[in-house]
């Protein structure tokens, strides 16, 4: 299975998320694409079997803006797609990802898997949750 998984991270939080999703992709046998949002290739994204976005909240209840830039341009591909969300946040309540999951539903994807948030930087329990959501996010 094909599976990208793109992302940004300011200081180093979702980054940090990401890596952990990307082991236990890797560890469970999945063709991992990883990259930045700034980095990705659209096309070889959308041709993946699944896509995993990460973005922390930024602004207010927004998504970072290579995110924001790179998700516009593919949102139109998405229609049937399985697509898993994630990222850290801190004052919040996770509404930059509740949007982002409406504007997936919008977009026709299926949500891989609930989308996962962690309050700043993730510590060892929390990088456990994201192998988890990971290998739930791919099934
Ligand atoms: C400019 C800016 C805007 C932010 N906006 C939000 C926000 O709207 N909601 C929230 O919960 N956290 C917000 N945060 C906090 C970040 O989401 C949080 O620090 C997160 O851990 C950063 O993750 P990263 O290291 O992957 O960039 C903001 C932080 C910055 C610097």
Same mark, same amino acid.
């Given at each position: 299975m094909k599976v990208a998984l793109v992302y940004a991270s300011t200081t180093g939080n979702t980054e940090a998320m990401a890596k952990a999703i990307c082991e236990a992709l890797k560890a469970s046998g999945a063709d991992v694409l990883c990259s930045t949002a700034a980095d990705a290739d659209k096309a070889a994204v959308t041709a993946c079997d699944v896509i995993l976005l990460g973005s922390p =909240?930024?602004?207010?209840e927004e998504l970072e803006e290579s995110v924001e830039s790179f998700y516009t341009g593919i949102e139109g591909s998405l229609g049937g797609k399985k697509v898993g969300i994630f990222g850290s946040y801190d004052w919040g309540d996770g509404q930059w990802l509740r949007d982002w999951k409406d504007r997936l539903s919008g977009a026709g994807a #299926? #949500? =891989?898997s609930e989308p996962l948030m962690v309050h700043l930087e993730p510590g060892d329990a929390e990088i456990e949750q994201c192998k988890a959501w990971a290998a739930s996010a791919i099934k």
């Open positions: =909240a930024m602004g207010a #299926v #949500v =891989a």
